[in-house]
């Protein structure tokens, strides 16, 4: 079985957070933080039994879901159909969970790490990278802006794509501007909210506009 080199990346992505957490491990402290707040503040800690393995499982169960998504498509809404953006999408993530873990690990061992900073300006690449290739997604069930609207017609999926890539865009340039600014948790929902939100609105409107007009019905004379 061939293996391709977008998976062999994102298959050494994962065994990478792995060694990464192997190599620190005896340089943990018993109790390492895995949760900080919107200030950066440590607030959650975890055993470093589990605790130093956490976001590299999370990782392999996340490589493990984008290899079996494909398998599980039904017929017609196939990934393989957008299989290289598909892999984009899997190798974004991916780098995001090892910049997580990498910065879990740093602070465990003593690393003054801005996590705020650090964490609004990487949901910002993602954000950047997510939109830039979001209108390259064709109708599945798995992968983009899913609601019924969107589903439902082809016309109507490609044109909220379209719209939402460039929302994605704006939110994850304004993120990334806010971490370096220490802007606070306000500018990271407002991002999610208006990337989220405002192409579910849209798909809807569209939709009663493109595919929900009523069909006009001619009755044949004498009836």
Known sequence: MRI????????????????AAAALYDRLPASIPIHWNARGEANGFAPKSWGA???PGVMAAVYLLFGAIPRMSPRG??????????????????AFLLLTTVLILLAGVGVKVPMDRTMYAGIGLVFV??????????????VGIRTPWT???????????????????????GLCVSGLLRGGLIPLLAAVAIAGVVP?????????????????VRVPPGR
């Open 151 to 173: 589903l439902a017609s082809d016309e109507v999926w490609l044109r909220t794509h379209r719209l939402g890539g460039k929302l994605f865009v704006l939110a994850g340039i």
């Open 53 to 55: 393995f956490l976001m």
């Open 4 to 19: 391709g080199r977008a998976n062999l990346l994102n298959l050494g992505l994962v065994i990478l957070a792995f060694v």
């Open 77 to 94: 809404f196939r990934v393989e159909r957008f299989r290289r953006v598909y892999e984009i999408f899997e190798t974004t993530i991916l």
């Open 200 to 216: 579910v609105i849209y798909s809807y409107v569209l939709y009663r506009r493109i595919e929900g007009r009523p069909t006009d």
């Open 129 to 142: 990278v997510l939109g830039n290739f979001m209108g390259k997604v064709t109708r599945n069930f798995f």
